[in-house]
């Protein structure tokens, strides 16, 4: 997979979510470039070009990181928090999707400078419906941030 | 206890024991003494009243005697004095008649004839001088009319002028004079002038005076032979005189000399208008006694005289510091006396006083000690410099003091601070001030005894009037086991409340953890669900030609339950939620929160015939999102229990009760049996089967955690098939009230 054009990078440690998300991505055709991170560390390695990333650049960040907030090893609010405090990584549109919508977790997170909070609906058609338009809202409708936004200082 | 001793005074000296008296002392001793003071006021008068009385008649007893005496004296003296002068002019008479005298002078036969025969001048001088040496003169003379010495003793002296002149007066006129001839006393004479009358004849004298031939006169020596005897004094005196005093012109001539002036024999003078002198009473003729001045000026008592014949005074005086001697003596004895007498009295009465008083002060003394010794706790009297005056043997006990040990000593050693201070507030009150103050609340201190461990003490401190001044009361309690029981009661309490706290945190982790497990349970279940639904959908979707009818079937029951399963979880989650939340409380209208709800459950009452009979509600404080809650729980199961009935009928009121409202939500569907109510409200309880009503069993215990978050209560009246009805309280507003009372079942 070419890593340069990767425009959806999903955080999610259970696999059976990370099928039906892809599947709902699929489906609309919105996922050609995705990149899974199974736990926090990978999504930092990867967000932050280093490890077995190494060789990416901060000025080809995802287009979208949807991140799941009970993570292994690094939780998804750390994940949150080191990338929205580093310039080269805060520009980059992350959106939180989580079973839960507890008000502590709504408050950090947009502290943290979130830019989407999503519970994930039980029923699958709802979640069908709502990973397909955040895939259009994101890659589609908005209007990503300059290449710039990505330096630091 | 040494201290008993009356006699001592109620001045007090370091080790020596205070005499207090209390208030009660003066009050009975006071009359007594005034009775006393009268007593010897009384006495006093009459001693002093009658000493002077007594002085009084002494005093004229004296002036009487000495009137007597000095009056004697100068009637003596006087008589004295005429009966010298009488003989002497008798003396003149005879030498006047002498024979020889008349021959001389009277012109007889030889008329005209100018000179006397010698032989008759001899015969005649032979004479007088017989008479002068017989009667002891100085001189006898004989004068013609003209004053010419015709005859005289031997070794009579030259006669002075005015000598001439009065023996021609008496030649002329008659008269027999006495005339004083000298001006210095020691050496005066007196001339005595006595007229030579012819012989009467029968013949022609019938009654005419024989005629006048000449003047006999004798020289007398008063200095030899009567001044003396003025002197002379039957009872020796040591200023007793007579003196005789004459005018001299402007002057009282002194003619005597003078037993007291110390001048003597050089003649004494004095103006003759010098007041309150004796001689110039006595030379103006009075006979009289009383206090006067002599020549001296010393204030004597005298008796003035005048001689007759003469013109002169005569005094008999005797100094008044001599006469009053006695006297004064005497009246110095008794005033001594009287002084000696008062004392005395006064003595008597004032050592009576003390003993009564001190006896009335023992007797008080007594009682206040039995009352200090039997106080419970450790009494000290200090006066105002805090100086211990007085103590009980609780207080001895105490302090592990001897009472002597502590006697006089300040109260600084046995309370160490904090009491001076108070005793200098009290002192720098006024006494009245300090008197009116009520017993003076308790006041924790330090006291410390004698081997110098302290120990806590209460003081209180109350104010006494006494003969010293105030003094102050100082009861002292020690308060060491009350502190240990108070300390006790504090670790008890300290011991209490730390258990408290601690069963608080553990709990409060219990609850935290409960609620963690809960969330995270739910949380965690959440997501197989949603993956079982997720593929039993996929699999519909993607495999459904080659599904046969039944797996279809069994795939909707899976996701079918796998729904309600996902309803349970979220109102598990809701219900976490709702314990962990705090509450935001506002004052909320609740007819517009009521319509809020109704409004949002629109969809659900499609189809239905529903009469919502809503009345007044009133405003009260709460957090509108949860009671949000409680009515959507209570309005969907008033919908989802009327679902049979034709008609539901929805009702909301509330009544006032005791400061709360109570809410209530009352429909017309199925009800529920009163013997399950207990059950109606806990989790996951259910009273219907779940083909008739769906639902989770979560409703209703979210409300009452909600209601009770709120502090109110909630409960449930029903009967089977009749309806029930869902009361709640909540607490009103405390200052918001609803503008109109609630109406029972009236319309919105």
Redesign the interface.
């Known amino acids: 997979m070419n890593s340069a054009n990767v425009e959806i990078l999903l955080v999610e440690d ?1 696999l ?2 990370v099928e ?1 998300t892809l ?1 709902a991505l699929r489906q609309e055709k919105l996922a050609n470039h995705i990149e899974v991170a199974r736990d926090g560390e990978e999504a930092l390695d990867f967000l932050f070009c280093r490890g077995p990333h190494a060789g990416r650049t901060f000025e080809n960040p995802p287009r979208l990181v949807l991140l799941d907030l ?1 993570l292994p090893k690094v939780d998804g609010m750390e994940v949150l928090r080191e990338l929205k405090q580093d310039p080269r990584t805060k520009a980059i549109p992350v959106v939180i999707m989580t ?2 919508r ?2 502590k977790d709504l408050i950090y997170s947009y502290q943290s400078g979130v830019n989407g909070y999503i519970q ?6 709802k ?1 069908r419906e709502v990973v397909k338009q955040l895939g259009l809202y994101w890659l589609v409708v908005n209007e990503p941030p300059p290449a710039s936004a990505f330096r630091s200082a | 206890m040494n201290s008993d001793n009356p006699s001592r005074g109620a001045k007090t000296s370091p080790g020596e024991p205070a005499r207090v008296a209390p208030a009660a002392g003066p009050s009975t001793a006071k009359p007594a003494f005034r009775s006393y003071l009268w007593a010897f006021g009384l006495g006093t008068v009459l001693v002093a009243g009658s000493a002077a009385l007594h002085v009084r008649s002494e005093y004229r007893k004296v002036m009487d005697e000495w009137q007597a005496r000095q009056s004697s004296v100068a009637d003596y003296r006087t008589q004295m004095i005429s009966e010298w002068l009488k003989e002497r002019q008798a003396d003149a008479q005879d030498v006047a008649g002498e024979i020889t005298v008349l021959r001389v002078l009277s012109p007889g036969p030889e008329r005209g004839r100018m000179l006397v025969p010698a032989r008759l001048t001899r015969e005649l001088n032979r004479s007088l001088d017989r008479f002068a040496h017989v009667h002891g003169y100085p001189g006898v003379y004989v004068l013609d009319p003209q004053g010419r010495v015709v005859g005289h003793s031997t070794k009579a002296p030259e006669l002075e002028v005015a000598s001439l002149e009065a023996s021609r007066l008496t030649a002329r006129t008659g008269e027999p004079r006495i005339d004083l001839l000298g001006a210095v006393p020691d050496r005066r004479r007196v001339s005595f002038t006595y007229s030579v009358s012819a012989e009467e004849t029968e013949t022609d004298s019938t009654r005419s005076r024989p005629p006048l031939l000449g003047a006999a006169l004798i020289l007398a020596d008063p200095v030899q032979t009567l001044f003396p005897r003025l002197l002379a004094e039957s009872v020796p005196t040591r200023t007793g005189e007579v003196t005789l005093v004459r005018h001299d012109g402007n002057e009282i001539d002194y003619v005597a000399p003078l037993r007291l002036a110390s001048i003597g024999a050089t003649g004494m003078r004095r103006p003759h208008n010098a007041a309150a002198l004796a001689a110039r009473t006595a030379l103006a003729g009075q006979k009289v006694f009383g206090e006067f001045q002599d020549y001296r000026g010393v204030s004597v008592l005298a008796a003035t005289r005048r001689i007759p014949q003469t013109g002169w005074g005569l005094v008999g005086k005797i100094d008044r510091a001599e006469a009053f001697e006695q006297f004064r003596q005497m009246v110095i004895v008794e005033g001594l006396a009287v002084g000696l007498l008062g004392i005395l009295l006064a003595g008597v009465l004032i050592t009576h006083r003390r003993y009564v008083l001190t006896r009335v002060l023992d007797r008080e003394e007594k009682k206040f000690r039995a009352l200090l010794e039997a106080a419970p706790d450790a009494m000290v009297v200090v006066n105002q410099g805090g100086e211990i005056v007085l103590l009980n043997r609780q207080a001895e006990k105490q302090f592990g003091y001897r009472r002597d040990e502590l006697l006089g000593k300040n109260v600084k050693n046995i309370i160490l601070e904090g009491f001076a201070e108070r005793l200098i507030a009290d002192a720098l009150r006024s006494a009245e001030d300090a008197l009116a103050q009520e017993i003076g609340s308790g006041v924790e201190l330090m006291g410390r005894r004698k081997d110098g461990s302290d120990f806590p003490i209460e003081i209180m401190l109350s104010p006494l009037k006494s003969a010293e001044g105030i003094l102050v009361t100082v009861g002292i309690r020690d308060i060491s086991e009350r502190q240990r029981a108070g300390e006790r009661v504090r670790q008890i309490n300290t011991g209490l409340e730390a258990r408290v706290s601690a069963r608080t945190v553990e709990l409060e982790v219990a609850n935290k953890e409960l609620e963690a497990f809960t ?1 995270s349970v739910s ?2 279940l ?6 079982i ?6 699999l519909l979707e993607e495999h459904s030609p080659h599904l046969p009818e039944a797996a279809r079937r069994y795939l909707a029951l899976i996701r079918d339950a796998t ?1 309600r399963m ?1 309803l349970m979880v ?1 109102d598990l989650l809701n219900l976490t ?1 709702i314990g962990r ?1 705090e509450l935001s409380l506002r004052v909320t209208g609740l007819n517009s929160l009521v319509e809020e709800v109704k409004h949002n459950l629109e969809p659900d009452m499609r189809g239905r015939e529903i009469e919502w009979r809503i009345s007044t509600l009133p405003f009260v404080e709460c957090d509108p999102a949860l009671m949000k809650q409680v009515f959507a729980n209570l309005f969907s199961n008033a919908m989802k229990f009327t679902r049979s009935r034709q008609q539901a009928l929805i009702e909301v009121g509330s009544e006032a009760n005791d400061g709360c409202h109570v809410i209530f939500v009352r429909d017309n569907g199925v009800g529920f049996s009163m013997k399950y109510a207990d059950k109606l409200f806990g989790v996951f309880q259910r009273l219907h089967r779940q083909e008739d009503f769906e639902g989770t069993g979560i409703g209703l215990a979210t409300v009452q955690r909600i209601i009770q978050k709120h502090g109110g209560r909630v409960w449930a009246e029903s009967e089977l098939n009749k309806g029930a009805a869902f009361y709640f309280t909540l607490k009103a507003p405390e200052n918001h009230r609803p503008e109109h009372p609630p109406v029972e079942g009236g319309q919105p």
């Open positions: 259970n059976a979510d039906l599947h009970k079973a839960s507890e008000e994930k609906p039980m029923e699958f058609d979640f | 969330y949380h965690d959440r997501a197989p669900l949603r993956h639904d997720g593929f039993s959908k996929l729904r996902g979220d939620r939340k």
